[in-house]
């Protein structure tokens, strides 16, 4: 008995499960009628178990998946499994950003640094990553503002003390390119940005509240320095401390 | 990203390489993670998918044009081909055949449209309206292209060396 190409694809509708009940009744008949009907759906059957068993093995190794991890989750390593969540919880914090941008803005009138600093950082976390380089090294964040930038970021490993370096982006403020170094804490971003600003004096830690974020400023060695996050405040403060104690000379 | 194993297996069966599917995936990744608010509902498995099957159609179109074959006179020949298929198809000397060296050629030798169709189906055990949203296919191309699939690997692996 020859199939037309009709059978052929009642075969397969019936093998994937995709004929209605009558439809697969009147099919199991004919398979019990019919030996070589029955024939080509027991081959069919082996060659989905053999496609099954050997093309399972194809998983991604784990180094891929930790690229993949840390290129879309701004926090390497950690919640790696939760991007969506991770991501659901930036808009919530744009919105709540929002929210509050009324009160922010009357509160801090005037603050146009800090202003546009907060928004770089809160733009940062919107984008799909926060970082135009992403790296843990100091020495591989360090020389990529080369050419970029008209001066050279201090850029610090604080890894140990629990403040792992992300990366780097290049912010504007005030119509000018700035570096901006993202670190991590838990789940939290911390954006440092870095301002030359030669002849400037220095000024001692000044506390900005923006947009229901928190942002630290201080300058030294004619380096306007800003670190912005929504981690607890004592959190943004032990980093700029620790941030300041690196940075110190000898 | 979720289903990062499932979009690995579809990348690298519709590229045909592990290399050119971590820059597939990469790539779905970053648009999967831009779209999240594209993302309405529904089906994340699927959606996530479909974001890794288009990534890998561009992907492909741009670094390796030769590997995709218009599609459209595939379809037209399945039929053909399904109605000259000799009926005395030798199925136990296939059975006897199927080992996974062979089968992971006879798989790399179909043309794209059909091995899509078949990883979606027996790697992610999705049902033919899945196939057909994933796919962007309607729901009887999705059939035709399975059981055309089936046969041309069937008749890959027996071609192949015992």
């Keep these: 008995m020859t199939r037309s190409p009709q059978d052929e694809f009642l075969l397969n509708a019936y093998l994937d499960g995709e004929l209605d009940p009558i439809d697969a009744t009147h099919f199991e008949e004919r398979l019990g009628a019919d030996a070589t009907l029955s024939a080509r759906v027991e081959a069919l059957r082996a060659l989905r178990v053999a496609l099954r068993s050997d093309l399972a093995e194809d998983v991604p190794s784990p180094e891929f998946r930790r690229r993949i991890m840390s290129k879309v989750s701004p926090v390497p390593r950690v919640n790696r499994n939760s991007w969506l969540a991770l991501a659901a919880s930036f808009l919530v914090g744009a919105v709540l950003a929002g929210a509050t941008t009324f009160g922010a803005l009357n509160y801090r009138a005037g603050d146009d640094v800090a202003a546009e600093i907060v928004s770089a950082h809160i733009r940062a976390l919107m984008a799909p990553q926060p970082i135009d380089v992403a790296s843990s090294d100091h020495h591989t964040v360090k020389p990529w503002f080369n050419g970029k930038l008209a001066f050279a970021p201090t850029v610090v490993d604080l890894g140990a003390q629990d403040f792992p370096l992300v990366g780097g982006r290049i912010d504007v403020v005030k119509g000018v390119p700035v570096a901006s170094l993202v670190y991590s804490h838990g789940k939290h971003l911390i954006s440092l940005t870095e301002m030359s600003d030669t002849g400037g004096e220095p000024e001692p830690l000044e506390r900005h509240l923006e947009q229901g974020y928190l942002a630290l400023s201080w300058s030294e060695a004619g380096v306007t320095y800003w670190a912005v996050s929504d981690a607890a405040s004592n959190e943004l403060e032990n980093f700029v401390a620790l941030f300041r104690a690196a940075t110190a000379g000898p | ?162």
């Excluded at chain 2, 288009?54 to 399904?82: A, C, G, H, M």
């Excluded at chain 2, 030798?90 to 089968?103: C, F, G, M």
């Excluded at chain 2, 296919?137 to 690997?153: C, E, F, K």
Aim: aromatic fraction near 6%; avoid cysteine; charged fraction near 25%.
């Design chain 2, 1 to 162: 990203m979720p289903h990062l194993v499932d979009a690995f297996r579809l990348a690298r069966w519709i590229a045909g390489s592990r290399a050119d599917a971590e820059d597939i995936v990469q790539e779905a990744s970053m648009r999967a993670f831009k779209n999240i608010r594209g993302f309405s509902g529904g089906n994340p498995r699927a959606w996530v998918l479909t974001i890794v099957r288009n990534t890998s159609y561009s992907w492909l179109t741009q670094n390796r044009p030769k590997v995709l074959v218009l599609s459209e006179d595939l379809d037209q020949r399945t039929r053909e081909t399904i109605e000259q298929e000799d009926p005395q198809t030798p199925e136990t000397a296939l059975i006897a055949k199927l080992d996974a060296q062979q089968v992971r050629k006879a798989m790399a030798s179909l043309p794209v449209p059909f091995r899509e169709v078949l990883v979606l189906r027996e790697i992610h055990d999705l049902d033919y309206r899945t196939i057909a949203e994933v796919a962007a296919l309607p729901i009887g191309t999705v059939m035709s292209r399975l059981a055309r699939a089936r046969s041309m690997l069937a008749a890959a692996i027996l071609a192949g060396p015992l």
